[in-house]
C-alpha cells in the first residue's frame, strides 16, 4: 500500500519489507537509512519519453510553447508565443531527457531513441533573441533555464553564454536600491514596486552570469532581495504573502496581498513552494545558514498544512468545498507539489541534521501526486494543476508541473534513491 498521510513523519509508515506487486500502483521500494522509501513507478514510465517526443514533434512554426492544457479541449496543451514567463520549461525538459539517458545509459526500453540533447538545443532557439527584449520581468530567471543546461554540456557555447548574461543584466536592471528588491511585475506606477515570492525562484541566473563573469554585483543584488523577502514576505507561523508592494523611494511597505490566491491573507501554496526551492537554492550558492532556515521554516509550515489525504491544494487557506469547481471540491495544484518536491529533495541534501524528514516527505508528497494526477490519454505527464484559481483556470496540465516532475525522477536517480 501507498505511503499513508504526512501525519506519521518523521517516522515512516511503510513497511520496511512490504511485497512488490500486491498493489494497485507498483513501487520501486529502497532501503534509505534504515528507511524504505517508495517511489513511484511512473516517473520512469515509458510514457514520459513518448509524450515529450509527442509535443516536441507537434510545437508550433514559428515556435511556441505549451503552457497548460487547453480547458475547452481537456488534455490538449495550449501553445504560446516564446515571450511567455513558462517558454522555457519545455526545452529545459528536453535537456532533463537528455541527462536522464545519460543516468540510464539508454531510453530504449519506452521505443523511443531520440537524441534528446540536439531536441533542447533545437527547441531553445525561440528563446534566444529574449534578452533585452521580452515583457517578462522578474520571470527572466526561468527564462535561462535552458541556457544554464546547455553550459553545463558545453561551457563554450557563447550563445548560451551571452543568453544567460543578458537574461541577468535584464533581472539586474530591476533591482531598486532603496527598497532592496528586483521588481517583480511591471505596473503603471513606476513609484510602486511589486514583488511576489515566486521571484525567489528566478535569482539563480544571477549566480550562474556572475560565475560567468565574476560580477560581484549580480550575488548582491540576489542577497539583497532575498534578505529583505525574508523580512515582508514571510509571516511568523513560515507561510507567506504572495504579493509584497513597496515603495521605490522610501522602500516603505505598501501593501500586502494576493494576486493569485484565495484572499489576501491565505498562502498559495505554490508561492509556499517556490520560496522552499528559493531558499534551499539561495543556501546552496551562499552557505549562509540564515536561507536554510527560511527554507526549512517554509518547508514546515508546508508539511503541516498538508491535509490527511496527501494532496497539496491549490491554497492551504481555500474551503474544502469549491462550488464554482467540476466536483465541487477544492482543487488540488499537481505543480505545487512537484516544486514542493525539488525543493524538499535539494533540502534534504543540504540540511544534515533533518535530512531523512524532507526526502521522505518529499517522496510522499510524490506517490500521492502521481497517484491523483497522472493523466496516460493527455498530452501533459500531470493532471490536477491549478494555472490561476481567480481566472477559472485549473484542473489542467501545467508544463512547470511536468517540468519538476521530470527533474525530481532525475535528481533521485542522481542520489542513488531510485533506479531507471
Ligand atoms: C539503443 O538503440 C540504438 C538504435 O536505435 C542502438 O544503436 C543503441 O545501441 C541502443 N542502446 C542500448 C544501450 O541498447
Ligand atoms: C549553443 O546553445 C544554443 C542555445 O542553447 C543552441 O541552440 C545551440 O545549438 C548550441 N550550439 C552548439 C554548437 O551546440
Ligand atoms: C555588473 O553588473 C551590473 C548589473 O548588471 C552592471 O551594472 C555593472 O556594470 C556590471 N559590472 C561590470 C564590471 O561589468
Ligand atoms: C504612485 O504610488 C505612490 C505610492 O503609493 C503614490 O504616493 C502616488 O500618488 C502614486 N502616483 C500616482 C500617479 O497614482
Ligand atoms: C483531479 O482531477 C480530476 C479531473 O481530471 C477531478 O475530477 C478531481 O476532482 C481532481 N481532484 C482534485 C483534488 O483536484
Same mark, same amino acid.
Given at each position: 500500500?501507498?505511503? !499513508?498521510?504526512?501525519h506519521?513523519?518523521?517516522?515512516?509508515?511503510l513497511?520496511?519489507?512490504?511485497?512488490?506487486?500486491?498493489?494497485?500502483?507498483m513501487f520501486i521500494?529502497?532501503n534509505?537509512?534504515?528507511?524504505?522509501?517508495?517511489?513511484?513507478?511512473?516517473?520512469?514510465?515509458?510514457?514520459?519519453?513518448? !509524450?515529450?517526443?509527442? *509535443?516536441?514533434?507537434?510545437?508550433?512554426k514559428?515556435?511556441?510553447?505549451?503552457?497548460?492544457?487547453?480547458?475547452?479541449r481537456?488534455?490538449?496543451?495550449?501553445?504560446?508565443?516564446?515571450?511567455?514567463?513558462?517558454s522555457?520549461?519545455?526545452?529545459t525538459?528536453?535537456y532533463?531527457?537528455?541527462?536522464r539517458?545519460t543516468?540510464c545509459k539508454?531510453?530504449?526500453?519506452?521505443?523511443?531513441?531520440?537524441?534528446? $540533447?540536439?531536441?533542447g538545443?533545437?527547441?531553445?532557439?525561440?528563446?534566444?533573441?529574449?534578452?533585452?527584449? &521580452?515583457t517578462?520581468?522578474?520571470?527572466v530567471?526561468?527564462?535561462s533555464?535552458?541556457?544554464? +543546461? +546547455?553550459?553545463?554540456?558545453?561551457? @563554450?557555447n557563447q550563445?548560451?553564454? #551571452?543568453?544567460?548574461?543578458?537574461?541577468?543584466?535584464?533581472?539586474?536592471k530591476? /533591482?531598486?536600491?532603496?527598497?532592496?528588491?528586483?521588481r517583480?511585475?511591471?505596473?503603471d506606477n513606476?513609484?510602486?514596486?511589486?514583488v511576489?515570492?515566486d521571484?525567489?525562484m528566478?535569482?539563480?541566473?544571477?549566480f550562474?552570469?556572475?560565475e $560567468?563573469?565574476? #560580477?560581484?554585483? $549580480?550575488?548582491?543584488?540576489a !542577497?539583497t532581495?532575498?534578505?529583505t523577502?525574508?523580512?515582508?514576505?514571510?509571516?511568523a507561523?513560515?507561510? *507567506?504573502w504572495?504579493v509584497? +508592494?513597496?515603495?521605490?523611494?522610501?522602500?516603505?511597505?505598501?501593501s500586502?496581498?494576493t494576486?493569485q490566491? /484565495?484572499?489576501?491573507?491565505?498562502?498559495w501554496?505554490?508561492?509556499?513552494a517556490?520560496?522552499i526551492?528559493?531558499?534551499?537554492?539561495m543556501y546552496s550558492?551562499?552557505?549562509?545558514?540564515?536561507?536554510?532556515?527560511?527554507?526549512?521554516?517554509?518547508a514546515t509550515?508546508?508539511?503541516?498544512?498538508?491535509?490527511?489525504?496527501?494532496?497539496?491544494?491549490?491554497?492551504?487557506?481555500?474551503?474544502?468545498k469549491?462550488? !464554482?469547481?467540476? @466536483? @465541487?471540491?477544492?482543487?488540488?495544484?499537481?505543480?505545487?507539489?512537484?516544486i514542493a518536491?525539488?525543493?524538499?529533495?535539494?533540502?534534504?541534501?543540504?540540511?544534515e541534521e533533518d535530512?531523512?524528514?524532507?526526502t521522505?516527505?518529499?517522496?510522499?508528497?510524490?506517490d500521492?501526486?502521481?497517484?491523483?494526477?497522472?493523466?496516460? +490519454?493527455?498530452?501533459?505527464?500531470l493532471? &490536477?494543476? *491549478?494555472?490561476?484559481w481567480?481566472?477559472? #483556470?485549473?484542473?489542467t496540465? *501545467?508544463?512547470?508541473?511536468?517540468?519538476y516532475?521530470?527533474?525530481?525522477? #532525475?535528481?533521485?536517480?542522481?542520489r542513488?534513491?531510485?533506479?531507471?
Amino acid at each position: 500500500m501507498a505511503i !499513508k498521510g504526512l501525519h506519521s513523519l518523521p517516522t515512516p509508515s511503510l513497511p520496511a519489507m512490504a511485497p512488490i506487486g500486491t498493489v494497485s500502483t507498483m513501487f520501486i521500494l529502497l532501503n534509505f537509512i534504515s528507511q524504505a522509501i517508495a517511489v513511484p513507478s511512473e516517473l520512469y514510465s515509458p510514457l514520459v519519453p513518448q !509524450k515529450l517526443l509527442r *509535443t516536441f514533434n507537434s510545437l508550433p512554426k514559428p515556435i511556441q510553447y505549451p503552457q497548460y492544457t487547453d480547458s475547452s479541449r481537456p488534455g490538449k496543451w495550449a501553445f504560446f508565443v516564446p515571450d511567455t514567463w513558462t517558454s522555457a520549461f519545455f526545452p529545459t525538459t528536453l535537456y532533463e531527457m537528455d541527462r536522464r539517458r545519460t543516468l540510464c545509459k539508454t531510453l530504449n526500453a519506452s521505443g523511443v531513441d531520440v537524441d534528446w $540533447l540536439q531536441l533542447g538545443r533545437s527547441a531553445s532557439q525561440g528563446l534566444v533573441s529574449l534578452p533585452g527584449h &521580452n515583457t517578462q520581468g522578474h520571470d527572466v530567471g526561468f527564462l535561462s533555464f535552458p541556457f544554464v +543546461e +546547455e553550459l553545463k554540456r558545453n561551457p @563554450g557555447n557563447q550563445t548560451a553564454i #551571452n543568453t544567460v548574461n543578458g537574461f541577468a543584466r535584464d533581472l539586474a536592471k530591476r /533591482f531598486i536600491p532603496a527598497a532592496g528588491v528586483t521588481r517583480s511585475w511591471d505596473n503603471d506606477n513606476q513609484t510602486v514596486v511589486r514583488v511576489i515570492i515566486d521571484n525567489m525562484m528566478n535569482l539563480d541566473v544571477l549566480f550562474s552570469s556572475a560565475e $560567468l563573469t565574476g #560580477n560581484q554585483t $549580480l550575488v548582491q543584488i540576489a !542577497k539583497t532581495h532575498a534578505d529583505t523577502t525574508i523580512k515582508n514576505h514571510i509571516r511568523a507561523d513560515g507561510s *507567506t504573502w504572495h504579493v509584497v +508592494e513597496y515603495d521605490a523611494d522610501t522602500g516603505a511597505v505598501l501593501s500586502k496581498h494576493t494576486a493569485q490566491g /484565495f484572499s489576501d491573507d491565505s498562502t498559495w501554496s505554490r508561492g509556499q513552494a517556490w520560496g522552499i526551492y528559493g531558499y534551499a537554492q539561495m543556501y546552496s550558492r551562499t552557505g549562509n545558514p540564515t536561507y536554510l532556515e527560511t527554507s526549512r521554516r517554509l518547508a514546515t509550515y508546508f508539511l503541516s498544512h498538508i491535509p490527511s489525504d496527501g494532496i497539496v491544494p491549490w491554497d492551504f487557506d481555500a474551503p474544502l468545498k469549491d462550488p !464554482k469547481v467540476p @466536483g @465541487g471540491v477544492r482543487p488540488a495544484d499537481s505543480s505545487a507539489a512537484t516544486i514542493a518536491t525539488n525543493g524538499l529533495l535539494l533540502l534534504g541534501s543540504l540540511d544534515e541534521e533533518d535530512a531523512d524528514k524532507w526526502t521522505s516527505a518529499a517522496l510522499e508528497i510524490l506517490d500521492h501526486i502521481t497517484e491523483l494526477a497522472w493523466k496516460p +490519454e493527455w498530452d501533459s505527464l500531470l493532471s &490536477n494543476g *491549478t494555472v490561476n484559481w481567480p481566472s477559472n #483556470n485549473y484542473l489542467t496540465g *501545467t508544463v512547470y508541473g511536468d517540468h519538476y516532475f521530470v527533474k525530481v525522477g #532525475n535528481d533521485l536517480l542522481e542520489r542513488g534513491l531510485a533506479h531507471c
